[in-house]
């Protein structure tokens, strides 16, 4: 494969893989969510069951967690990885652009030096350990 065609692969997968990336973290629902769905649950129960008891001792634990985590620094996963794919793909679009024609290379540079500018501010946000809430977002 010339260099020139790995070029416009990279291009073109850079914003399918945030996509999926974007998808995968919104699909999941959170620990929130969950507590929110048992707290319904928890309304359809009998107060004097042993199954409220139960779930009512299993809410006060959740929320126990869920104050324990927002203590807590964590990194993002997600955007750690997808960093570093924008940053192979700015890799890959720089040796593209050393082996292109005179005419194609200042373009492949500049999309180059685009994706690299945003793969190191990706990285560097998500790679710091900050409390963040369900999706991954830092809770300020």
Same mark, same amino acid.
């Given at each position: 494969?010339?260099?020139?065609?790995?070029?416009?692969?990279?291009?073109?997968?850079?914003?399918?893989?945030?996509?999926?990336?974007?998808?995968?973290?919104?699909?999941? !629902? &959170?620990?929130? &969510?969950? +507590?929110?769905?048992?707290?319904? +649950?928890?309304?359809?129960? !009998?107060?004097?069951?042993?199954?409220?008891?139960?779930?009512?001792?299993?809410?006060?634990?959740?929320?126990?967690?869920?104050?324990?985590?927002?203590?807590?620094?964590?990194?993002?996963?997600?955007?750690?990885?997808?960093?570093?794919?924008?940053?192979?793909?700015?890799?890959?679009?720089?040796?593209?652009?050393?082996?292109?024609?005179?005419?194609?290379? !200042?373009?492949?540079?500049?999309?180059?030096?685009?994706?690299?500018?945003?793969?190191?501010? &990706?990285?560097?946000?998500?790679?710091?350990?900050?409390?963040?809430?369900?999706?991954?977002? !830092?809770?300020?």
């Amino acid at each position: 494969m010339d260099p020139d065609d790995w070029s416009k692969v990279v291009l073109a997968a850079i914003p399918v893989v945030g996509a999926v990336a974007k998808l995968l973290r919104g699909a999941v !629902p &959170g620990r929130r &969510g969950r +507590l929110v769905s048992d707290a319904d +649950l928890l309304a359809k129960l !009998p107060p004097d069951s042993d199954a409220y008891k139960r779930m009512l001792g299993h809410l006060d634990d959740e929320v126990a967690c869920i104050i324990e985590e927002e203590d807590r620094r964590r990194r993002d996963v997600v955007g750690v990885v997808l960093g570093v794919a924008l940053l192979a793909g700015a890799a890959a679009l720089a040796v593209s652009a050393w082996h292109s024609d005179r005419d194609v290379s !200042p373009f492949l540079w500049a999309a180059a030096a685009v994706v690299a500018l945003l793969g190191t501010v &990706g990285l560097v946000q998500d790679a710091m350990p900050q409390a963040r809430d369900d999706a991954g977002r !830092p809770i300020r």
